[in-house]
């Protein structure tokens, strides 16, 4: 129901878009976010849009990462600029439909110095 594309090896201070593609039921949820996972770490919130296009960024990512939606397309894309080694995790689409927590399968994002 969710599927992320668009990760892959870059250098540091490149940049990436990821995208994420729902089904039109799932998009239609209140809050779709992008999540991130590094080895031995939790995983954490990096942005979140809500179906009106509010967004939301941690604070470690602002000015860098920017989320955005496509109504026409169901899909959610996080463009990453100046990326870091330490922005290296699985990145994971999220979206909070009818109760239920929804994640994609989750696209490798892996940063080189």
């Known amino acids: 129901q969710l599927v992320e594309s668009g990760g892959g090896l870059v250098q540091a201070g490149g940049s990436l878009r990821l995208s994420c593609s729902a089904s039109?039921?799932?998009?239609?949820?209140?809050?779709m976010g992008w999540y991130r996972q590094a080895p031995r770490k939790q995983r954490e919130l990096v942005a979140g849009i809500t179906s009106g296009g509010s967004t939301h960024y941690a604070d470690s990512v602002k000015g860098r990462f920017t989320i955005s939606r496509d109504d026409a397309k169901n899909t959610v894309y996080l463009q990453i600029n100046s990326l870091k080694p330490e922005d290296t995790a699985v990145y994971y689409c999220?979206?909070?439909?009818?109760?239920?927590?929804?994640w994609g399968q989750g696209t490798q994002v892996t940063v080189s110095s």
């Open positions: 999220n979206a909070d439909w009818q109760g239920t927590l929804w």
């Open positions: 039109r039921s799932i998009f239609s949820s209140n809050f």
